[in-house]
């Protein structure tokens, strides 16, 4: 039992290392290589990208009695201070991550898609705050 749980989390963090790395490597405005998994440190400065792996993976392909393939969801933030919003950076990391070739997983990855974005405006922090839906389909 112990060794399918370990080998669980290498997987997930094959995965969001691949995602972070299509991120990191598109060179983001501002962002460069601020993009932490989960949470970032408290005394990170705005702009910085957070990421979640794994949110849900459901089977996107099923023959001869198994799952050939699945869809993993994955949410991706961009967190901005209010009164500096460049609109731009959420292009970029659309630009960056929809149609992303993701590489270095221990999965085959046929393709990622950026399913939806949300604007959301928290007034009392003055943060601007991007939650961007990202599908990654795999082996």
């Avoid at 699945?70 to 990391?93: G, K, T, Y």
Wanted: proline share 3%; aromatic share 6%; charged share 20%.
């Amino acid at each position: 039992m112990l060794q399918a749980r370990v080998e669980q989390v290498v997987y997930v963090a094959s995965v969001g290392s691949s995602l972070r790395t299509a991120i990191t490597g598109a060179s983001i405005t501002s962002v460069g290589a601020n993009v932490f998994r989960d949470v970032a440190p408290d005394t990170q400065a705005m702009p910085f990208i957070t990421f979640q792996t794994d949110i849900s993976r459901d089977p996107e392909l099923e023959g001869d009695g198994i799952v050939k393939a699945r869809r993993q969801q994955c949410l991706v933030h961009l967190w901005q201070n209010l009164p500096s919003e460049n609109v731009a950076i959420i292009e970029e990391v659309l630009a960056a991550l929809d149609g992303a070739d993701l590489t270095g997983a221990d999965k085959t990855i046929f393709k990622c898609k950026v399913s939806n974005i949300n604007r959301l405006v928290e007034l009392d922090a003055n943060i601007c705050h991007h939650a961007i839906n990202v599908e990654i389909f795999h082996t």
